[in-house]
T-cell receptor
Framework: AQSVTQLGSHVSVSEGALVLLRCNYSSSVPPYLFWYVQYPNQGLQLLLKYTTGATLVKGINGFEAEFKKSETSFHLTKPSAHMSDAAEYFCAVSEGNFGNEKLTFGTGTRLTIIP | NAGVTQTPKFQVLKTGQSMTLQCAQDMNHNSMYWYRQDPGMGLRLIYYSASEGTTDKGEVPNGYNVSRLNKREFSLRLESAAPSQTSVYFC??????????????FGPGTRLTVT
């Protein structure tokens, strides 16, 4: 069975500082990994995904994540935080089998940006 | 394209009442999902449908039923609502598109309160 652990339910960073949101996963097969963002009172929007190929993945709004198989991690980073980045972020894993694209989500990390 | 739409946006029910949450997608996706989101618990899968005519239980199916009416529509029914079903409900859809997809597209959510 697959699972996702997000360390830190709340993270605060100053505007302009590095954003680092942590995600570790477990999966019995090579995983497909995702980061979603949720702004207040909205649905989830895909930030980036890793399926195969390059392990450093770039997404929207300046975010990127690196798949590290040896560490079973897929941490999300952004070099310089902006006020508009305040939101909740979810890491998710899929086993990526045809007809079984179910996602398992982490419990989320709420990111607060300090002016 | 509207993407994934959900109705209603808000609903208040009394314990024991029934209701159906509607979801439709216009992306011609085969797979559709219903999740519930509760504080500190991330998103949990209630039911999913890998294709028209098929449905399967997810992590938290008790108290819910679903219908995959056609390829576009996937409804979630609460037969006898309980306060424990107070939550935000999200519908999502996806398509197998090896190797670059598995992305799930989310609707805006339905906020349900059961008193």
């Amino acid at each position: 069975a697959q699972s996702v652990t997000q360390l830190g339910s709340h993270v605060s960073v100053s505007e302009g500082a590095l954003v680092l949101l942590r995600c570790n996963y477990s999966s019995s097969v090579p995983p497909y990994l995702f980061w979603y963002v949720q702004y207040p009172n909205q649905g989830l929007q895909l930030l980036l995904k890793y399926t195969t190929g390059a392990t450093l993945v770039k997404g929207i709004n300046g975010f990127e994540a690196e798949f590290k198989k040896s560490e079973t991690s897929f941490h999300l980073t952004k070099p310089s935080a902006h006020m508009s980045d305040a939101a909740e972020y979810f890491c998710a894993v899929s086993e990526g089998n045809f007809g079984n694209e179910k996602l398992t989500f982490g419990t989320g990390t709420r990111l607060t940006i300090i002016p | 394209n509207a993407g994934v739409t959900q109705t209603p946006k808000f609903q208040v029910l009394k314990t024991g009442q029934s209701m159906t949450l509607q979801c439709a997608q216009d992306m011609n996706h085969n797979s559709m999902y219903w999740y519930r989101q509760d504080p500190g618990m991330g998103l949990r899968l209630i039911y999913y449908s890998a294709s028209e005519g098929t449905t399967d239980k997810g992590e938290v199916p008790n108290g819910y039923n679903v219908s995959r009416l056609n390829k576009r529509e996937f409804s979630l029914r609460l037969e006898s609502a309980a306060p424990s079903q107070t939550s935000v409900y999200f519908c999502a859809s996806s398509e197998w598109d090896f190797p670059s997809s598995y992305e799930q597209y989310f609707g805006p959510g339905t906020r349900l309160t059961v008193t």
